[in-house]
């Protein structure tokens, strides 16, 4: 059973930075491709990066060039730096294991952490 626990949310100035952490029991964490989502209130979960076990990457348009996401395979830890924050990134930010599918859609997941708040303010 595969266990994800997020960390490093808080609250952030528009132009900050926050760097993310989810951490990973259970599995064989180097097979493991995750990904990253994030949900605002009164939206659907939405997709932000995913990393597999390649560690090749893919963004969302809505991140791409102000996120980075990695991991530490002898960590068992996926980490996503955010940088040049806006308002509109405020959401419950989730990591996931991707299980099959396209790896953009929330569906192709589970094992998904309890999420961590961040917050922009303006």
């Known amino acids: 059973q595969v266990q994800l626990v997020e960390s490093g949310g808080g609250l952030v100035q528009a132009g900050g930075s926050l760097r993310l952490s989810c951490a990973v029991s259970g599995g064989t964490f180097s097979d493991l491709t995750m990904g990253w989502f994030r949900q605002a209130p009164g939206k659907e979960r939405e997709f932000v990066m995913t990393i597999r076990w390649s560690h090749n990457t893919y963004y969302a348009d809505s991140v791409k060039g102000r996120f980075a996401g990695s991991r530490d395979d002898a960590k068992n830890t996926v980490y996503l730096e955010m940088n040049s924050l806006k308002p509109e990134d405020t959401a419950v930010y989730y990591c996931?294991?991707?299980?099959?599918?396209?790896?953009?859609?929330?569906?192709?997941?589970?094992?998904w952490g309890p999420g961590t708040q961040v917050t922009v303010s303006s």
């Open positions: 996931a294991v991707l299980r099959r599918g396209t790896y953009y859609l929330a569906t192709s997941y589970d094992s």
